[in-house]
């Protein structure tokens, strides 16, 4: 998971990855990041048995050989989430605020909300116009992405994804 971004309108709220690891009690999860995003302890909080914090620990060579390691990469609008498509990992992008930098490979699943006021600003900084704040993002369901995972790991729903 690259739970973090370089503006907080560009990342998927923490409530929702907190919720995607509670969908998946078998599965273990690798959280990257830089050593600023202390928010990702949250995400360990969840199960500290099948969830690591290796934000801020990683050099870039390291994160690369860590995503290459990875069966799946779910990211937000950041660096990491390019590291992942140009390795051609099995990639999940959740594109928020941004007009530019989206992923192009076969192998990345682009979700977005096509929505009138996206977008917000050149970089993703904001501000955020919408009536619910950080919609483009906040509108992206756990259960959503759950199913996409499921998809593109070939693996049948689970209840609680139906």
Do not use: Y
Request: hydrophobic letters at 40%; charged letters at 20%; aromatic letters at 4%.
């Amino acid at each position: 998971l690259a739970p973090s971004a370089a503006h907080m309108l560009k990342r998927w709220p923490l409530k929702h990855w907190q919720e995607l690891i509670q969908l998946n009690p078998e599965k273990n999860f690798i959280c990257l990041g830089g050593p600023e995003d202390q928010f990702i302890d949250e995400l360990v909080k969840v199960n500290p048995k099948r969830v690591l914090n290796w934000a801020g620990l990683l050099s870039l060579t390291e994160s690369a050989a860590t995503i290459a390691a990875c069966e799946l990469l779910i990211s937000n609008d950041t660096g990491v989430l390019h590291l992942g498509e140009q390795l051609g990992k099995k990639t999940i992008a959740l594109m928020g605020p941004a007009p530019f930098g989206f992923p192009s490979r076969p192998s990345t699943l682009i979700m977005e909300l096509d929505l009138p006021c996206r977008p917000c600003s050149k970089h993703g900084q904001g501000p955020c116009v919408n009536e619910k704040f950080q919609r483009c993002l906040v509108d992206i369901t756990a259960v959503q992405v759950q199913k996409e995972m499921q998809r593109l790991l070939g693996e049948t729903p689970s209840e609680a994804s139906r």
